[in-house]
């Protein structure tokens, strides 16, 4: 009997557009390996487009949008009681081949202390890289991995990063052993910053292999507004800071929100009144939820299958 050896989880909402190009790569993939799609109470007809088209794809639909973190908790809990070796995270815009995913599994197999691997993302034309990995990889990747792509030769086989976001992740199990899942203060955006940060408390590692590719169609998606809504950006940064594990003690709480709200103060002193509402908004809205951020993060100081059980 084969063993389990790759489970991959792609949240769905409303993904009617993308399912060609995302599940359509897995029609020929190796009998151990599963797929399943997590939808979060998708309005369009993509689950029943899975299902009719894709029938080797495990479908899971939510009564309600669970946001991004808790969705793929679902299939990380699966993935970690099946006894899967791996989990492949795939957002369901984006696309990787199986080659490249088993070269992938390979490299996590030789490099076990990289807890979550990711490829190259390039964008949805394949002709470019993403324009927010580009931003990544050259503000918090080693210079290393710009300079060798810049002379063509690169001289590593997996670089190390202090982010990646999760459209393409290889996470092993040992990482769900002792990581766990996502964080259920974040809703939506900022739980892989955290989830990172996670990772590195624990003394392990994230890594780019620059010889892999994967593609992620973005460029042309409309923008979120939760995403890039100036009050909404603060908010979330603001949950990443309180919620990093290396920001422990309640001094270093009471100093990130005190120096947001001087951060507040100046801006309505310096009459920039959106960006000052925009930090108001970041405290007010996090002050009801420090109990729970602090107890989550003290949980996943933990080592185990935090936020899973």
């Given at each position: 009997?084969?063993?389990?050896?790759?489970?991959?989880?792609?949240?769905t909402?409303?993904?009617?557009?993308?399912?060609?190009k995302?599940?359509?790569?897995?029609?020929d993939?190796?009998a151990?390996?599963?797929?399943?799609?997590?939808?979060n109470?998708?309005d369009?007809n993509?689950v029943?487009?899975?299902?009719?088209?894709?029938?080797?794809?495990?479908?899971?639909k939510?009564?309600?949008?669970?946001?991004?973190?808790?969705?793929?908790?679902?299939?990380?809990?699966?993935?970690?009681?099946?006894g899967?070796?791996?989990?492949?995270?795939?957002?369901?815009?984006?696309?990787?081949?199986?080659?490249?995913?088993?070269?992938?599994?390979?490299?996590?197999?030789?490099h076990?202390?990289?807890?979550?691997?990711?490829?190259?993302?390039?964008?949805?034309?394949?002709?470019?890289?993403?324009?927010?990995?580009?931003?990544?990889a050259?503000?918090l990747?080693e210079?290393a991995?710009?300079e060798?792509?810049?002379?063509?030769t690169?001289?590593?086989?997996?670089?190390?990063?202090k982010?990646?976001?999760?459209?393409?992740w290889?996470?092993?199990?040992?990482?769900?052993?002792?990581?766990?899942g996502?964080?259920?203060?974040?809703?939506?955006?900022?739980?892989?910053s955290?989830?990172?940060?996670?990772?590195?408390?624990?003394?392990?590692k994230?890594?780019?292999?620059?010889?892999?590719m994967?593609?992620h169609?973005?460029?042309?998606?409309?923008?979120?507004?939760?995403?890039?809504?100036q009050?909404?950006?603060?908010?979330?940064?603001?949950?990443i800071?309180l919620?990093?594990?290396?920001?422990?003690?309640?001094?270093?709480?009471?100093?990130?929100?005190?120096?947001?709200?001087?951060?507040?103060l100046?801006?309505?002193?310096?009459?920039?009144?959106?960006?000052?509402?925009?930090?108001?908004?970041?405290?007010?809205?996090?002050?009801?939820?420090?109990?729970?951020?602090?107890?989550?993060?003290?949980?996943?100081?933990?080592?185990?299958?935090?936020?899973?059980n």
């Amino acid at each position: 009997m084969q063993n389990k050896e790759l489970c991959i989880i792609v949240v769905t909402y409303n993904a009617s557009k993308w399912i060609d190009k995302c599940f359509g790569e897995f029609v020929d993939m190796p009998a151990n390996w599963q797929i399943l799609a997590i939808d979060n109470n998708s309005d369009d007809n993509c689950v029943e487009l899975i299902n009719k088209k894709y029938p080797f794809v495990k479908t899971i639909k939510n009564n309600k949008n669970l946001g991004f973190g808790m969705a793929n908790n679902i299939g990380l809990k699966f993935a970690l009681e099946k006894g899967f070796e791996h989990v492949f995270l795939l957002n369901q815009d984006a696309w990787i081949s199986v080659e490249n995913l088993k070269k992938l599994i390979t490299i996590q197999k030789q490099h076990p202390n990289y807890y979550i691997l990711s490829p190259i993302h390039c964008n949805g034309s394949t002709d470019e890289l993403d324009k927010g990995f580009f931003n990544y990889a050259k503000t918090l990747t080693e210079p290393a991995l710009v300079e060798d792509a810049i002379l063509g030769t690169f001289k590593k086989e997996v670089y190390d990063t202090k982010f990646v976001n999760a459209a393409l992740w290889l996470i092993s199990k040992e990482c769900l052993n002792i990581i766990g899942g996502f964080s259920p203060v974040f809703y939506h955006y900022g739980e892989d910053s955290n989830y990172i940060h996670r990772v590195i408390y624990h003394n392990k590692k994230i890594g780019i292999v620059p010889n892999i590719m994967g593609f992620h169609k973005r460029n042309n998606r409309p923008p979120s507004k939760i995403f890039h809504v100036q009050k909404q950006i603060q908010y979330r940064e603001l949950l990443i800071k309180l919620s990093n594990p290396q920001n422990d003690s309640i001094i270093k709480q009471l100093k990130i929100l005190t120096k947001t709200v001087l951060y507040s103060l100046k801006y309505i002193l310096g009459l920039k009144l959106v960006k000052s509402y925009s930090y108001c908004y970041a405290i007010l809205k996090a002050l009801p939820k420090i109990k729970e951020i602090n107890k989550n993060r003290k949980l996943s100081k933990n080592k185990g299958a935090c936020f899973l059980n």
